[in-house]
């Protein structure tokens, strides 16, 4: 999924390598979960129930600052530049 790819890339060039051991290994476990669980999560769409997950998953919107962006609005600007494909 390319949108994934533009909502990852933030964090794996601003924080990944700074981050603890305990933060990589959640981040590698998110990357093992289905497309769109991901891409909910990120998205803000879902909240994971394991506040360790929620607090990565708060990480990687700062680093791409998605935490300022609504959800809705986040999904309209993906699809309007092509990078998420709708389907409805």
Known sequence: MKELDVLL?????QRYES??????????????????????????RETPSDPAV???????????????????LLVAILINCHCLSWRA
Not at 9 to 13: F, P
Not at 26 to 34: C, P, S, T, V, Y
Not at 57 to 64: L, N, P, S, V
Request: proline share 6%; hydrophobic share 45%; no cysteine.
């Open 9 to 13: 890339l933030g964090y794996l060039e």
């Open 19 to 44: 981050a603890p051991a305990e933060e990589r290994r959640i981040f590698a476990d998110l990357l093992e979960l289905q497309e769109p669980q991901l891409y909910a999560y990120l998205t803000g």
């Open 54 to 72: 929620a607090q990565v998953i708060d990480q990687i919107r700062a680093a791409t600052h998605l935490e300022l962006v609504p959800s809705r």
